[in-house]
């Protein structure tokens, strides 16, 4: 399912037009976008939770040469499934 899969299918089930439904789409990703850029942690309740995590600076090797050098320091965003969500999964 994509972005526009899901607009689709809240337009069918909310009886709102698709173009309305696919701005909601877009806009709920933006702001979780812009949540995760402030550092805030994310949370729908019976969905899940976004955080953001810090990767420390650390050595690596170029694959190509073999040769040591330094990765830098970054950020990556994480989700955790809400139980309910683990449980239809696994059901």
Avoid: C, H, W, Y
């Amino acid at each position: 399912m994509n972005n526009s899969d899901l607009a689709e299918k809240l337009a069918a089930e909310q009886g709102v037009t698709k173009a309305d439904a696919k701005k909601l789409v877009d806009a709920l990703f933006a702001a979780i976008g812009d949540a995760a850029a402030k550092g805030e942690e994310i949370s729908l309740n019976g969905f899940g939770k976004f955080k953001v995590k810090d990767n420390p600076a650390r050595e690596g090797r170029n694959p190509a040469t073999g040769e040591p050098m330094q990765i830098k320091a970054s950020k990556k965003l994480t989700f955790t499934l809400a139980k309910a969500v683990k449980d239809k999964l696994n059901s």
